[in-house]
Structures are given as structure tokens and as C-alpha cells.
């Protein structure tokens, strides 16, 4: 499956980006998705993750009432809602895709990558 992440940008303190990622190729509709982001000199980090039917949805704290992850499997697209936006949110944020039903927040068990999208965020 190939992932395409986009929507970034940039944006002040207190504003709203919905990032989306597109699946092509073998259907996203079975994979439990997740949101990751890497700031400059940083470990990536789990962002946020939902389950392969969308019932069931997780987040870091650091995004929880900030952040909401959703999909939709008809148009194999997954969607990152983020309000209230701080400074501490500006990364590259990366969709990726886990073959496995069980959800993870391990980067290292994803299985496909999307190529990133930039999210600055300025005070």
C-alpha cells in the first residue's frame, strides 16, 4: 500500500490544520492507522491511532482534546483534525499503516510509511 500524507502548512498559535492521508494500492481498510510526528532533533512520536474500522481511536497526551483522528474507509483516506495548534506542534507528520487488527502506538510496528507533511505552527 502506498500512503500520501498532506495538508500541512503554516499557521499561528490557536489555529486549526486537518491533515489527511490517502492509501492507494492495496486497501487501507483493514490496517489500523496512525498519525506520527518528528520535530527537528527529535524522535519520531506517536501522535494518534485508530482501529481498523474507526471504533476505536487513540491519542498521546499531549494532543488528547486537541486532536481527533478519524477515517474513511470508502475514500481510503485517514484525516488528523488538530485545533488549538501551539508551537510545540510544529513536525513533520507522517501517516502510517500497521497490517496487524491490534492497535500500537510503537512506531516500529508499522508497516508503510507515507512521505511526511511539514506543520509549523508560529507563535
Known amino acids: 500500500v502506498q500512503l500520501q500524507a498532506f495538508g500541512g502548512g503554516l499557521v499561528q498559535t490557536g489555529d486549526s490544520l486537518r491533515l489527511s492521508c490517502a492509501a492507494s494500492?492495496?486497501?487501507?481498510?483493514?490496517?489500523?492507522m496512525g498519525w506520527f510526528r518528528q520535530a527537528p532533533g527529535k524522535e519520531r512520536e506517536f501522535v494518534a491511532g485508530?482501529?481498523?474500522?474507526?471504533?476505536?481511536?487513540y491519542y498521546a497526551d499531549s494532543v488528547k482534546g486537541r486532536f481527533t483522528i478519524s477515517r474513511d474507509n470508502f475514500q481510503n483516506t485517514v484525516y488528523l483534525q488538530m485545533n488549538s495548534l501551539k508551537p510545540e506542534d510544529t513536525a513533520v507528520y507522517y501517516c502510517?499503516?500497521?497490517?496487524?487488527?491490534?492497535?500500537?502506538?510503537?512506531?516500529?510496528?508499522?508497516?508503510?510509511w507515507g512521505q511526511g507533511t511539514q506543520v509549523t505552527v508560529s507563535s
Open positions: 494500492g492495496r486497501t487501507s481498510r483493514r490496517y489500523v
Open positions: 485508530i482501529s481498523w474500522n474507526g471504533g476505536s481511536t
Open positions: 502510517a499503516a500497521r497490517v496487524l487488527y491490534s492497535f500500537s502506538s510503537d512506531l516500529r510496528e508499522y508497516d508503510y
